[in-house]
């Protein structure tokens, strides 16, 4: 992650005193990009900031040329609560489960990796 977020084009959300949220968007071709990390802390979740953070993503790209957004998570093949919400958070914001890779390059055996994808 340290890597990733010093390579990647960082998007943060901030109120006056911390930063309280943040996307890490990695280019993959002149078409798609793909959300690497993304976060919100616990406590301004559910007041719209990855909401936010995600609109600013999608303006940003699109204005770019870029036509598809992609961002792995943990398949709900794992019945693991955090999760859930994260894969929820996503389809509600018109990203689409394209499939399901287990095991996938890079990750631990066990961690099932779901690509959603949305048009932007």
Same mark, same amino acid.
């Given at each position: 992650m340290s890597r990733d977020l010093q390579e990647h084009r960082l998007y943060?959300?901030?109120?006056?005193?911390?930063?309280? +949220?943040?996307?890490a968007v990695q280019p993959k071709n002149s078409q798609v990009a793909e959300i690497s990390w993304m976060?919100?802390?616990?406590?301004?979740?559910?007041?719209?900031?990855?909401?936010q953070?995600?609109?600013?993503?999608?303006?940003?790209l699109k204005a770019e040329g870029v036509r598809l957004l992609e961002v792995k998570?943990?398949?709900?093949?794992?019945?693991?609560?955090?999760?859930?919400?994260t894969r929820r958070f996503y389809e509600s914001r018109g990203f689409v489960h394209l499939e399901t890779i287990?095991?996938?390059? +890079?990750?631990?055996? +066990?961690?099932?990796?779901?690509?959603f994808v949305k048009v932007v």
């Open positions: 943060l959300a901030a109120d006056t005193s911390e930063i309280i +949220g943040f996307a976060a919100v802390k616990p406590k301004y979740q559910h007041q719209g900031i990855g909401t953070l995600i609109n600013q993503v999608v303006d940003d998570t943990l398949a709900s093949t794992v019945d693991y609560a955090p999760y859930a919400l287990d095991p996938f390059p +890079g990750w631990e055996p +066990g961690n099932p990796c779901a690509i």
